[in-house]
C-alpha cells in the first residue's frame, strides 16, 4: 500500500507563510513527477506547482514568485513554501505523485487527503 500523507495547513493573515510537506510512504520503488493541487469551495481542483523528479519545477500563473515547490528525493517527500499569502490562496491542498511501486511495473497516480489552508485576517 502507498499514503500520501500531508502537513503544514492552518490558518494565516495575509501576507503571511505556511510551508507544506507531504511524504509518501509504502511500498515504494521510484517516485516519477510530484506536485500539489488546490481545491476552494464551489471551484474545480487546479495544479498549483508541480515538480518532475528530476527537479524541474511548473507554477500556476496565480502563485509565480510566491510560491515554491521542492523535493527530498532521499525521504520521498515534496514541500511547498507558500509566502504572501492571499484570501484567495484559501483552499484545501492536495499532494499527488506519479510513482512505481515495483521495478517494470507502470506508473499509478496517488492523491494525499488533503490539509486546509486558510488565509483570513
Known amino acids: 500500500q502507498v499514503q500520501l500523507v500531508e502537513s503544514g495547513g492552518g490558518l494565516v493573515q495575509p501576507g503571511g507563510s505556511l510551508r507544506l510537506s507531504c511524504v509518501a510512504s509504502g511500498s515504494i520503488f521510484s517516485i516519477n513527477a510530484m506536485g500539489w493541487y488546490r481545491q476552494a469551495p464551489g471551484k474545480e481542483r487546479e495544479l498549483v506547482a508541480g515538480?518532475?523528479?528530476?527537479?524541474?519545477?511548473k507554477y500556476a500563473d496565480s502563485v509565480k514568485g510566491r510560491f515554491t515547490i521542492s523535493r527530498d528525493n532521499a525521504k520521498n517527500t515534496v514541500y511547498l513554501q507558500m509566502n504572501s499569502l492571499k484570501p484567495e490562496d484559501t483552499a484545501v491542498y492536495y499532494c499527488?505523485?506519479?510513482?512505481?511501486?515495483?521495478?517494470?511495473?507502470?506508473?499509478?497516480?496517488?492523491w494525499g487527503q488533503g490539509t486546509q489552508v486558510t488565509v483570513s485576517s
Open positions: 499527488n505523485a506519479d510513482l512505481v511501486r515495483r521495478r517494470f511495473d507502470d506508473s499509478i497516480n496517488y
Open positions: 515538480i518532475s523528479s528530476g527537479g524541474s519545477t
